[in-house]
């Protein structure tokens, strides 16, 4: 078998189209717009950095480093951008970090240290709103909230509640789109503050012109605080409800049991009206009387045959408080369990986009990572898209690796013909540009 080498042809000319998909929404000069000034003699703008950061991901990197070790060689000789150096990056996103702050919380002497970037929340929102990715549909603008752990050695990090060290992010999410993030470190877990977290969330969303209709959410959310907080900035809420001795009490009150069946098993489900924190609200001193919601719950006999202590009967619990009355009981518990595709979000940004390999030894410089890596699975949704229109064998719900396989990996270099730069591919693609 004869070889004959070629150093000027890349292996990702896919994404080229990528680029040029970018420039098309002026997502470069917005870079350069609203961050801040680069000094003169600098050699890169936002748009060339952050085009080299987003490329690891297009091309299958994993981290960083990824631009010397395995991509230099097709980005350095590219008339659409100028390659990088990972330590010019790393240095540039370091300059955007704010410092992180430090609560206390008014029960209890641990201290939780929050990193939040208003400046780059506030450029997400506007590339997304630039996109077309958030636009009125006619359709309730539904935001679900959760938080995860990314388990990292990183030398600030703290340890979790699953006894290792990491960090525990907050994440507002629409569709299927990153919407804000949170840092915080491992020791303040989902509920600690959270409505404060909420109400930073829910002020930068009107901010920029998000009207968020309906807000979604687990057991996390379930305390007096965080309701106050979102019944002020939505029409309606499902948030998964903690068992207590008061709600156990209220269930055995209910008679019109529907039976349903779930996964194949029997099951019985009801509503019933239930004010909730009462003891919480006398602690805080809150005066206002507090509001009666519904509650869906959901029972399913225990295989064990183990009593509830509360209720008498060998079932176990669940339920949904919601102030929603006009949706059957099925609907709400079908509404809410369709929240559990942000672990599939969340999955996503782990191992496609950089959230499982952080590179900064700072909460706050890990912050602006997670931002920028967050705002590069917004634009794939996007580019996967509007090219799975123009084609063939591309899906809008793949992954990124299904696209890098099918569109990126294509063999192309470019030539200069006639003081002119032409993309020649190497193969058929059927893209129209």
Same mark, same amino acid.
């Given at each position: 078998m004869k070889v004959i080498n070629s150093k000027q042809i890349s292996p990702f000319g896919g994404l080229n189209f990528v680029i040029k998909a970018l420039d098309n929404l002026s997502i470069g000069s917005i870079l350069n717009n609203e961050l801040p000034d680069l000094p003169k003699q600098s050699q890169f703008g936002w748009r060339d950095i952050l085009y080299n950061f987003w490329s690891i991901y297009f091309c299958g990197g994993d981290c960083i480093e990824d631009l010397s070790d395995n991509l230099k060689h097709t980005l350095k000789d590219n008339p659409l951008l100028r390659s990088c150096s990972p330590d010019s990056l790393l240095k540039r996103m370091k300059e955007l970090s704010v410092p992180s702050k430090e609560f206390g919380t008014p029960r209890g002497n641990s201290s939780h240290q929050f990193s939040f970037n208003d400046r780059l929340n506030e450029l997400n929102i506007k590339l997304l709103n630039t996109a077309g990715l958030i636009k009125d549909s006619g359709h309730p603008v539904v935001l679900d909230y959760d938080n995860t752990l990314i388990f990292t050695e990183k030398s600030d990090a703290k340890k979790t509640y699953k006894k290792a060290f990491g960090y525990a992010p907050g994440v507002g999410i629409i569709e299927d789109k990153v919407v804000y993030v949170e840092n915080r470190n491992g020791n303040s877990d989902a509920? *600690?503050?959270?409505?404060?977290?909420?109400?930073?969330?829910?002020?930068?969303?009107?901010?920029?012109?998000?009207?968020?209709?309906?807000?979604?959410?687990?057991?996390?959310? =379930?305390?007096?605080? !965080?309701?106050?907080?979102?019944?002020?900035?939505?029409?309606?809420?499902?948030?998964?409800?903690?068992?207590?001795?008061?709600?156990?009490? !209220?269930?055995?009150?209910?008679?019109? %049991?529907?039976?349903?069946? #779930?996964?194949?098993? /029997?099951?019985?489900?009801?509503?019933?009206?239930?004010?909730?924190?009462?003891?919480?609200?006398?602690?805080?001193?809150?005066?206002?009387?507090?509001?009666?919601?519904?509650?869906?719950?959901?029972? #399913?006999?225990?295989?064990?045959?183990?009593?509830?202590?509360?209720?008498? /009967?060998?079932? *176990?619990?669940?339920?949904? #408080? *919601?102030?929603?009355?006009?949706?059957?009981?099925?609907?709400?518990?079908? &509404? =809410?369990?369709?929240?559990?595709?942000?672990?599939?979000?969340?999955?996503?940004?782990?191992?496609?986009?950089?959230?499982?390999?952080?590179? &900064?030894?700072?909460?706050?410089?890990? !912050?602006?990572?997670?931002?920028?890596?967050?705002?590069?699975?917004?634009?794939?949704?996007?580019?996967?898209?509007? &090219?799975?229109? $123009?084609?063939?064998?591309?899906?809008?719900? &793949?992954?990124?690796?299904?696209?890098?396989? $099918?569109?990126?990996? !294509?063999?192309?270099? %470019?030539?200069?013909?006639?003081?002119? %730069?032409?993309? $020649? #591919?190497?193969?058929?693609?059927?893209?129209? *540009?």
């Open positions: 509920q *600690t503050l959270q409505q404060d977290t909420l109400a930073r969330m829910f002020s930068l969303l009107k901010k920029q012109g998000v009207k968020v209709d309906v807000f979604r959410a687990d057991s996390a959310s =379930y305390q007096l605080s !965080t309701l106050l907080e979102v019944v002020e900035n939505v029409d309606k809420f499902y948030i998964k409800a903690r068992m207590n001795a008061q709600l156990y009490n !209220t269930i055995n009150t209910i008679e019109n %049991w529907e039976k349903v069946e #779930i996964d194949g098993e /029997e099951a019985y489900r009801a509503s019933i009206e239930f004010s909730p924190f009462k003891q919480a609200a006398s602690r805080l001193k809150y005066k206002k009387p507090l509001k009666n919601y519904r509650y869906v719950v959901t029972k #399913i006999k225990r295989n064990d045959g183990q009593l509830n202590l509360f209720t008498g /009967e060998d079932y *176990t619990y669940s339920a949904i #408080i *919601t102030n929603d009355k006009g949706l059957s009981n099925d609907q709400v518990v079908f &509404f =809410y369990n369709q929240r559990g595709k942000i672990e599939r979000e969340f999955d996503a940004l782990k191992n496609d986009f950089g959230w499982g390999n952080l590179p &900064f030894s700072k909460l706050e410089q890990n !912050t602006v990572f997670l931002l920028f890596s967050a705002i590069c699975k917004n634009l794939y949704a996007h580019i996967i898209k509007e &090219f799975s229109k $123009r084609v063939k064998g591309l899906k809008a719900n &793949f992954r990124i690796k299904k696209f890098i396989f $099918r569109f990126i990996c !294509t063999p192309a270099k %470019w030539v200069k013909n006639a003081r002119s %730069w032409k993309l $020649r #591919i190497y193969g058929s693609l059927a893209f129209e *540009t």
